[in-house]
């Protein structure tokens, strides 16, 4: 049976007192759930909570990841959170380029692959996020848009960026139209995106442990279709990742 990475994007839907409570009433259940066929569980909560959610699940199979992080190591950047702090509470994970912070905060393709380069020299694992537009999808785009989204990071590559053999390295191919709506990209879809992205970096970086994960409304019905795909190696995990039943399903599912 395949083991999958699975991570809980909790967004901006838990306070810090909401995290520890779901963190510690689910702790052993988490626990079961990670150590399951090898399954990799990755909490990505606030910034304000990784602390206590770190301390809760102290060097386990549950890893903690984070959000977003600055795309500046350090300086006066007021409000902004290093990739260095991430990495000295032993945050081991980072979700970047996420279309909620494409729309909402105008973040461009040159900031994230900043911020790819700083969670690697840390040996953090990026989870960097690409997908297209409802629009974009309606008009036949989706390989166009996710092209210039991995063009710099394929630049930087070919021009000879270091990333750490070992280190896992994450790309979410996640549709907006797919995010928090219900609706799910069809096998054929993804079958094509997939073979897509995986071509793409192999052909400028075989040696990179790259992993193809798929986020979008995710839920514990459409898992069983999403997990007939071969290429996918994880799940990004949204609105069910926030119900521990519902996650539980989603993971126990094979
Ligand atoms: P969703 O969110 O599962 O609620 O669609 C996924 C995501 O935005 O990462």
Redesign the pocket.
């Known amino acids: 049976m395949k083991s999958y990475t699975y991570f809980a994007?909790w967004?901006m839907n838990f306070s810090t007192q909401d995290s520890i409570n779901f963190a510690k009433f689910n702790h052993e259940d988490l626990l079961k759930l990670a150590k399951n066929l090898n399954n990799e569980i990755v909490i990505c909560p606030s910034f304000l909570s990784i602390y206590s959610l770190l301390k809760i699940f102290d060097s386990s199979e549950v890893k903690i990841g984070a959000q977003n992080c600055s795309r500046f190591m350090e300086g006066n950047f007021t409000g902004e959170v290093s990739a260095k702090y991430l990495k000295e509470i032993g945050c081991s994970h980072c979700i970047i380029g996420?279309s909620?912070r494409r729309k909402y905060n105008n973040e461009t393709d040159t900031e994230i692959l900043e911020k790819f380069i700083n969670l690697t020299k840390l040996n953090i694992s990026p989870i960097l996020c690409i997908g297209e537009t409802l629009e974009e999808y309606k008009n036949n785009n989706t390989l166009n848009i996710l092209k210039s989204q991995l063009n710099l990071l394929i630049e930087c590559l070919i021009s000879g960026l270091e990333v750490p053999k070992r280190l896992s390295i994450y790309i979410a191919y996640?549709p907006v139209w797919?995010?928090?709506?219900g609706i799910v990209a069809n096998n054929e879809h993804l079958n094509k995106v997939f073979t897509y992205i995986k071509n793409s970096l192999q052909k400028v970086a075989l040696d990179v442990n790259w992993k193809l994960i798929y986020?979008?409304?995710?839920n514990g019905e459409n898992i069983k279709s999403l997990k007939k795909l071969n290429l996918i190696e994880g799940f990004?995990?949204?609105?069910?990742s926030l119900h521990f039943q519902e996650l539980k399903k989603i993971v126990d599912l094979d």
């Open positions: 994007n967004k996420h909620e996640e797919a995010i928090g709506t986020g979008g409304s995710i990004l995990i949204g609105g069910s």
